[in-house]
T-cell receptor, first 111, second 114 residues
Framework: AQKVTQAQTEISVVEKEDVTLDCVYE???????LFWYKQPPSGELVFLIR??????QNEISGRYSWNFQKSTSSFNFTITASQVVDSAVYFC????????FGTGTRLKVLA | DTAVSQTPKYLVTQMGNDKSIKCEQN?????MYWYKQDSKKFLKIMFS???????INETVPNRFSPKSPDKAHLNLHINSLELGDSAVYFC?????????????FGDGTRLSIL
């Protein structure tokens, strides 16, 4: 069975702090895809990044970076120098036709 | 230009009524989806269609009936609405999901049952 665990329900940080959101997954597939989505207070789901199981390179996009480690089945997301606009619920997901979503981590960035 | 659009954005109705939510995508994708997000923010897939064919039906009550008139549209009809149907429903689309192309979501339809 496939499963995604986001153990952090809610995180609060002060602006400019760095924060890491954890994602641990379970799958028996050898080829699989992982995703991160952002859900701001306005409610839409915004795609952030995709990673396939054969590509363990870390990725950086501006203040965002992702660390994929197959050995620990983790796909963690770090925001550097957080800003108030980063406040949202962040979801990690696993899948192809059918996404298995984690329960989300609510990030609150305080000014 | 809106990529995946859902209407209506809000839907408030009484228990027992029948309602529909429409979804259209202008991305040229072959695959479309419906997800339900409950009050605790938990997201779960309901249906998936590929080129108008149903490929995923996740043990959803048969009061929920998706219809795909063409590959750009996937509508969701709900009969005999119940209190537990209150949720946000998201439509999504993707191209080539087997190769990990991401799903793009609409803005959601918030359904409230009185």
């Amino acid at each position: 069975a496939q499963k995604v665990t986001q153990a952090q329900t809610e995180i609060s940080v002060v602006e400019k702090e760095d924060v890491t959101l954890d994602c641990v997954y379970e799958t028996r597939d050898t080829t699989y895809y992982l995703f991160w989505y952002k859900q701001p207070p306005s409610g839409e789901l915004v795609f952030l990044i995709r990673r396939n199981s054969f590509d363990e390179q870390n990725e950086i996009s501006g203040r965002y970076s992702w660390n994929f480690q197959k050995s620990t089945s983790s796909f963690n997301f770090t925001i550097t120098a957080s800003q108030v606009v980063d406040s949202a619920v962040y979801f990690c997901a696993l899948g192809t036709y059918k996404y298995i979503f984690g329960t989300g981590t609510r990030l609150k960035v305080l000014a | 230009d809106t990529a995946v659009s859902q209407t209506p954005k809000y839907l408030v109705t009484q228990m027992g009524n029948d309602k529909s939510i429409k979804c259209e995508q202008n991305l040229g994708h072959d695959t479309m989806y419906w997800y339900k997000q409950d009050s605790k923010k938990f997201l779960k897939i309901m249906f998936s269609y590929n080129n108008k064919e149903l490929i995923i039906n996740e043990t959803v009550p048969n009061r929920f009936s998706p219809k795909s008139p063409d590959k750009a549209h996937l509508n969701l009809h709900i009969n005999s609405l119940e209190l537990g149907d209150s949720a946000v429903y998201f439509c999504a689309s993707s191209q080539d999901p087997l190769n990990g192309q991401p799903q793009h979501f609409g803005d959601g339809t918030r359904l409230s049952i009185l």
